[in-house]
């Protein structure tokens, strides 16, 4: 089992940062490719980022270039580095672990409001 707490959520003005954080706790950090998801209002769950345990990198095309996807395998922590954020990054950003065998675990999310 693997549990996944978010934090660094917030209200932010468009063009400000946020960093957001992952603790997982559990199994084997390490071992866990990660992911970040967001779900705005009357949308789908949608991926923003992933990083493998190769630390191997992805982004979704809108948040390319803004978005910053980091792990700390002594921490047992992922991160989200947001720059440059605008009104439509508003959402509730989830934390997703998923291993080679199939097992998928996911946070409780945490909201990011983007607005003046």
């Known amino acids: 089992q693997v549990q996944l707490v978010e934090s660094g959520g917030g209200l932010v003005q468009p063009g400000g940062s946020l960093r957001l954080s992952c603790a997982a706790s559990?199994?084997?950090?390490?071992?866990?490719?990660m992911g970040w998801y967001r779900q705005a209002p009357g949308k789908e769950r949608e991926l923003v980022a992933t990083?493998?345990?190769?630390?191997?990198?992805n982004y979704a095309d809108s948040v390319k270039g803004r978005f910053t996807i980091s792990r700390d395998n002594t921490k047992n922590t992922v991160y989200l580095q947001m720059n440059s954020l605008k009104p439509e990054d508003t959402a509730v950003y989830y934390c997703?672990?998923?291993?080679?065998?199939?097992?998928?675990?996911w946070g409780q999310g945490t909201q990011v409001t983007v607005s003046s």
């Open positions: 559990g199994r084997i950090f390490s071992s866990f490719a």
């Open positions: 990083i493998t345990v190769f630390r191997s990198t």
């Open positions: 997703r672990a998923s291993s080679t065998t199939g097992l998928v675990y």
